[in-house]
């Protein structure tokens, strides 16, 4: 199968081109410049394949959660990628593609969400697939959701960001963490092959973001009473 894989859900911006078991990847540290950076990584990758967008048989995307605007611009250049040749969509959580890129089986996935909360979720595989413990949520380091047993590995940039209040509150159950991982587009990819191989795509329509807050700031009260 052929399939291309975006994320932007991230101040990283990476796109992975999949045929079989190979992969062309580009990514970079895109700060807020996604959206000019996007179109050309994935002609690139493209180019680099010598493929036309409508030779792949799908276009997968980090559905988030994750940055608003980050998330707006891989839907819509999905969507219209998408719509230009009819191929199917298919989003991956940002959590998962975290965990799936972290090489344990008993995983914390954790995305500094700002305004004193993360994105969190964990995960156990079991038979090459990933069953969720503790589903998405959005949450205080603090009151993380807990988990059971020990051995647990914590990534992404929530166990930077918070790294005091996660390590207390989990203890002696993280046996190590990843704080600089990142969602990327290569696992997403991955994650999404049999999506697309057991006819699971989507129309393009439905290529739409996981958010998981509402609102996107602070109030200068709640600024004040975090302090």
């Not at 991230?10 to 410049?33: H, K, P, Y």
Request: aromatic share 6%.
């Amino acid at each position: 199968m052929k399939i291309l894989a975006v994320d932007t859900s991230t101040e990283f911006c990476s796109v992975a081109l999949r045929v079989a078991d190979q992969e062309i990847v580009r990514d970079c540290e895109a700060g807020q410049r996604h959206s000019s950076l996007l179109l050309p990584m994935i002609d690139e990758v493209l180019g680099e394949a010598q493929l036309e967008l409508r030779q792949l048989d799908g276009i997968a995307f980090g559905a988030g959660p994750g940055s608003f605007t980050g998330l707006r611009i891989a839907c819509g250049v999905v969507q219209g990628l998408a719509y230009s040749v009819n191929l199917p969509v298919y989003g991956i959580s940002s959590l998962l593609a975290l965990v799936h890129g972290s090489g344990a089986s008993k995983v914390i996935a954790a995305l500094d969400a700002r305004m004193g909360e993360i994105y969190h979720a964990a995960f156990v595989r079991q038979d090459d697939a990933w069953q969720a413990v503790v589903e998405a949520n959005l949450c205080r380091p603090d009151a993380a959701p807990l988990v059971d047993g020990s051995g647990w590995y914590g990534v992404g940039s929530g166990f930077g960001a918070h790294a005091a209040a996660l390590s207390e509150r989990y203890g002696n159950a993280l046996a190590s963490t990843q704080p600089q991982a990142i969602p990327h587009a290569r696992f997403i990819a991955r994650l999404a092959q049999s999506a697309f191989a057991q006819g699971r795509g989507l129309p393009a329509k439905e290529a739409l973001p996981l958010y998981l807050r509402d609102k996107v700031a602070l109030t200068v009260r709640e600024q004040e009473m975090l302090r």
